[in-house]
């Protein structure tokens, strides 16, 4: 999926881009899990779902959908699925039970949190918990000092709101660029110290897939690219088109889509479909 976990001087680096995709993925696992034990096929959608899928996407009724639709539809969706279950979340850490989120809940519960991400980097401490405070600052759009259920969205996913993905991407920007020149290496984005350790191959495909403007650095831009996980998600519906628009018209048809049902399904592309049958019950 484009991420990474590995062990580099002495402690696990995380490099968080595509949380969201990744989370999602996982969920999306426990849920065919449980329903489809059974199912050694879970992952195929029937005819007749991948046919819903593509009428779902296919707002202007034109029979066909370009990327660009199925990127606006995608983002749209992961917006849905953002609120979906955050209710139960409140629920969970809404101590005082006054139907709201407050600052000292929400760092409450994240504190734990902010202890595993800096991995006993003390002095990295004081700064992430200062970042979920400015987080919440954000989210809270009314300045009432608390979440609702709809603020919660932008405090949680910060993907999915330019404000809180700019402080999340600058954050993160910021801790991984070791020789402050605001942009990343190789190695930065990567998080590789020791000099004796060098990128692999697929790390540095990666990295210069993300590098658009070729310059052999990520920039903020760039940098926000991953961390929103829209570079995964792009990949993933690129591969799509590359497997399913069989005349090459830049278009997908229903047809093309149920034509190119199996090698899709050993793709990426297949954790959005499915996600998207799954959230809207097709």
Known sequence: FGWRIRASSGRSLFLRGAMAFIRRVLHLA?????????????????????????????????????MSEVLSFCEETNRLIAAKGLDMILKGMDTNKDGKLSVEEALADLEQWAEEEVEG???????????????????????????DATEMVSFFHPEIDERTLQLTAEAGLKRRDLDGDGKLSLREFWGYVDE???????????????????????????????????????????????????????????????MAREPISDSDAQYHLSEWAEHYEL
């Open 30 to 66: 426990l849920v065919l899990g449980a329903s489809s034990a059974a199912d050694n096929n879970a992952m195929h959608l029937s005819p007749e779902t991948i046919r819903k899928i593509h009428q779902k996407i296919d707002k202007d009724g034109k029979g066909k959908v370009s």
């Open 121 to 147: 980097e003390q002095g990295h401490r004081s700064s992430a918990m200062e970042l979920e405070r400015r987080k919440f600052q954000v989210a809270d759009k009314n300045g009432d000092g608390a979440l």
């Open 196 to 258: 004796k350790e060098t990128p692999s191959e697929e790390e540095e495909a990666d990295f210069t897939k993300l590098d658009a403007d070729d310059d052999g650095f990520i920039n903020l831009a760039e940098w926000k690219h991953w961390e929103s996980g829209m570079h995964h998600t792009r990949d993933a519906i690129k591969k799509l088109f590359e497997l399913a628009d069989d005349d090459a018209d830049l278009h997908i048809t229903a047809d093309e889509l149920l």
